[in-house]
């Protein structure tokens, strides 16, 4: 395998891994900003509550295309497998990919609820019951963040061993 190969098939594991990180500190800022204690509190609670909600709602527009771009170098890394290096088009298919499908439905699901909650808290309208609905996935987001993860390491180790 060349170097554009090697790029070719790390660059999603990398970009995923950078996500995976992202989303966990988005949902971490959050939460410490809704419990007010731990670590995470210690460094934002002299901040400006707005602007620090400001910033989550900022992040969270940008996580859809992240999750795009993510999924986009998957296909790529699958494609280069197939077409040049002649791997079982079965082979291709896994337990990491499907729920990776799954998290990015996830987050397509926050995307849409987070923007009612703008709209909402603009309109002056309760945005309680949203906001419960975006917490409660956020929270599912993080349980199957860290299941897509180890199961892609699992994947990648599996992938190179196939290149070996």
Same mark, same amino acid.
């Given at each position: 395998m060349d170097v554009v190969g090697a790029i070719t098939i790390l660059l999603h594991p990398i970009l995923g891994f950078s996500l995976a990180i992202w989303l966990y500190k988005q949902w971490k800022i959050i939460k410490a900003l809704r419990l007010?204690? +731990?670590?995470?509190?210690?460094?934002? &609670? @002299?901040?400006?509550r707005a602007e620090v909600v400001k910033n989550?709602? %900022?992040k969270g527009r940008q996580s859809l295309l992240f999750i795009i771009i993510v999924i986009a170098f998957a296909i790529l890394a699958n494609t280069y497998r197939y077409l040049?290096?002649?791997? @079982?088009?079965?082979?291709?298919?896994?337990l990491h990919g499907w729920l990776g499908l799954i998290l990015f439905i996830?987050?397509? &699901?926050?995307?849409?609820? +987070?923007? %009612?909650?703008?709209?909402?808290?603009?309109? +002056?309208?309760?945005? %309680? &019951?949203?906001? +419960?609905?975006? &917490?409660?996935?956020?929270d599912l987001?993080?349980?199957?963040?860290?299941s897509v993860v180890f199961l892609g390491f699992l994947r990648l180790l599996d992938v190179l061993q196939q290149l070996s």
């Open positions: 007010k204690r +731990g670590a995470v509190w210690a460094k934002i &609670q @002299n901040q400006d989550h709602e %900022k040049e290096l002649d791997t @079982n088009l079965t082979s291709l298919i896994s996830i987050v397509v &699901q926050m995307y849409r609820t +987070g923007t %009612k909650m703008v709209t909402e808290r603009e309109r +002056g309208d309760n945005i %309680k &019951q949203t906001r +419960g609905v975006h &917490q409660r996935a956020g987001l993080i349980w199957l963040l860290v």
